[in-house]
């Protein structure tokens, strides 16, 4: 899941883009983005817990932005560090939706490394447009 931090952004928070060629692989790719922030060694995240996630929203930016803020909201109120197992993206007449089922668990700061504390992803200069090789998102963490 190709993606890279974008230093030059900002410099008081964290940026990254991440890339995919469907929009289930850009949402994917920014997931793990987001928790490589908030976590060092991701890859030690065991599939302890599953969590189904189901949002809907009118823009496919707009449902990233939720996205990425429900992996945020999970990690604060529940303490569970979540990977991405499996996503299906839709688009109707009223708009999109998402069904991702999620697997992970409590977070435990002797086994977890922390990174930085991401407080929310923020809608400064935050995109997802479609290009030549698929997707393109860029997004901004509070931290």
């Known amino acids: ?17 991440a890339t995919g060629k469907s929009l289930e692989e850009v949402f994917a790719s920014a997931a793990e983005a987001t928790l490589n922030v908030m976590i060092d060694e991701p890859e030690r ?11 809907e929203n009118r823009d496919r930016d707009m449902l990233l932005y939720d996205f990425l803020n429900e992996l945020v909201y999970l990690k ?21 939706s998402l069904e991702a089922e999620l697997s992970g668990e409590e977070l435990d ?7 930085a504390d991401v407080k929310a992803v923020t809608l400064h200069m935050f995109s997802l447009e479609k290009d030549e ?11």
């Not at 529940?78 to 197992?85: A, G, H, I, Y």
């Not at 700061?109 to 990174?115: E, F, I, M, S």
């Open 45 to 55: 995240i065991e599939k302890k817990e599953r969590v189904s996630v189901k949002l």
């Open 76 to 96: 604060d109120a529940k303490k569970l560090l979540v990977r991405v197992e499996s996503m299906d993206i839709k688009e109707g007449a009223d708009g999109l």
């Open 133 to 143: 090789n698929g997707w393109r998102a860029v997004a901004v963490l509070d931290i």
């Open 109 to 115: 700061p002797a086994k977890h490394p922390l990174g």
């Open 1 to 17: 899941m190709p993606y890279r931090y974008l230093d030059e952004i900002a410099t008081a928070d964290v940026a990254f883009e």
